[in-house]
């Protein structure tokens, strides 16, 4: 019968210091490994691991996201009727912050006709009501005949029900009664969010 003992004492090519570990040892304190190839573990806990962190929803990120786009003319003459998502909903239980926003209105040759004050605005959901970022684009910019540049932070303070927080998207929204008509312009944007699983 060779033993524990004798196992440790005899083994050749070994790294390290320490005993010989059996499949059904207590756990390894503190090992360090260069380069493992680890394959898809069964489970673990990484949120203390230097990196991403990564929800443990299958295939949904959770965390720091960018997105970016061009809206064209024709989405932004409709936008009163159809809404332009950005940003999709993440899923069930899991919330989507905005953090940043900066848009980019790159003029053609005919300016938009809009009412008097009216904007695109950035909204949490469709319907206009949980405004992120006022003007998107301002009044002055639509109406106008040169490029554009809007930026800052996106951050609202508020108290919502899950319903109109969970599993919801960023829009484009235009508020006014009225379509805005004509142009030929179109705005380049970008975004910075954050999605929250909210069972964690």
Do not use: K
């Not at 060779?2 to 499949?23: A, E, M």
């Not at 960018?66 to 899923?91: C, D, E, H, K, W």
């Not at 235009?174 to 999605?195: F, H, K, P, R």
């Amino acid at each position: 019968m060779v033993t524990r003992n004798q196992v440790d004492n005899s083994l050749s090519g070994s790294s390290g210091t320490g005993s010989f570990v059996g499949s059904s040892s207590a756990a390894i304190t503190s090992p360090t490994f260069s380069s493992p190839a680890l394959g898809t573990p069964a489970s673990g806990n990484l949120i203390n691991c230097t990196g991403a962190y990564w929800g443990s929803q299958s295939g949904t990120p959770i965390g720091m996201q960018f997105a970016s786009g061009n809206m064209n003319a024709a989405a932004i003459n409709t936008l009163r009727a159809s809404p332009v998502q950005i940003v999709a909903g993440a899923g069930a239980n899991l919330f989507v912050m905005p953090i940043y926003f900066v848009g980019h209105y790159i003029y053609g040759t005919t300016p938009f006709t809009a009412a008097a004050a009216q904007t695109i605005r950035l909204t949490m959901g469709s319907g206009g009501t949980r405004t992120l970022f006022n003007s998107v684009v301002s009044n002055a910019v639509l109406v106008g005949s040169a490029n554009g540049l809007s930026f800052g932070n996106t951050v609202q303070q508020g108290d919502f029900p899950d319903a109109s927080a969970l599993n919801v998207g960023i829009y484009f929204v235009n508020t006014q009664a009225t379509e805005i008509t004509g142009g030929d312009s179109s705005i380049n944007w970008y975004i910075w969010y954050m999605v929250f699983d909210t069972t964690i």
